[in-house]
């Protein structure tokens, strides 16, 4: 289990880190709901490897069975990789490569809540959002916000993909 965990995983922080750096430096001309989409699209893509270590540890290292809660194991050790790789790289990302996206972002939302909202609405959105930017320009809590986003959609894969590939013996 070791091997695989580790061997997936890899993959997995290796792919989500490569498509999150091409995204950062190739990619930040697009608007920031196509960078939204690229970004849930490059999660998937990046945790399918939690889908293919499971079947690889059932099918290779484990004579074709695997429990549901080995399985579940499995794809949340390798979503651990891909979750901490993303976390570090978006602290990373914000703190070196680009230190003025959190200022541009903030400024996307505003200007995207303004579009909504009025009056006292409004105003009191905007307090609550200058609030949250203080508190997300901290790099722990960039680091943790990234980490579970990640995490949770790698525990939602890994729960899907331990029930389709489960298998007992007869």
């Not at 091997?3 to 995204?23: D, H, K, P, Q």
């Amino acid at each position: 289990m070791k091997n695989t965990v580790l061997r997936y995983g890899i993959w997995s922080a290796l792919s989500i880190f490569g498509l999150f750096l091409i995204s950062g430096l190739a990619l930040k001309n697009l608007d920031f709901s196509t960078q939204e989409i690229y970004g849930y699209v490059s999660i998937i893509i990046s945790l399918s490897f939690v889908f293919f270590g499971i079947k690889h540890f059932r099918d290779r290292e484990n004579n074709g069975l695997i429990s549901f809660g080995k399985g579940l194991a499995i794809g949340l050790l390798i979503s651990l990789f891909a979750s901490v790789t993303f976390g570090l790289y978006n602290v990373i990302y914000v703190e070196y490569i680009d230190p003025e996206f959190m200022t541009k972002y903030y400024d996307y939302s505003v200007e995207q809540v303004s579009k909504t909202l009025s009056g006292d609405e409004l105003q009191a959105k905007l307090k609550k959002m200058e609030e949250e930017k203080d508190l997300f320009a901290q790099p722990f809590m960039n680091f943790s916000l990234m980490f579970l986003t990640v995490f949770m959609i790698g525990l939602i894969i890994s729960l899907i993909s331990s029930l389709v590939l489960s298998k007992k013996p007869s």
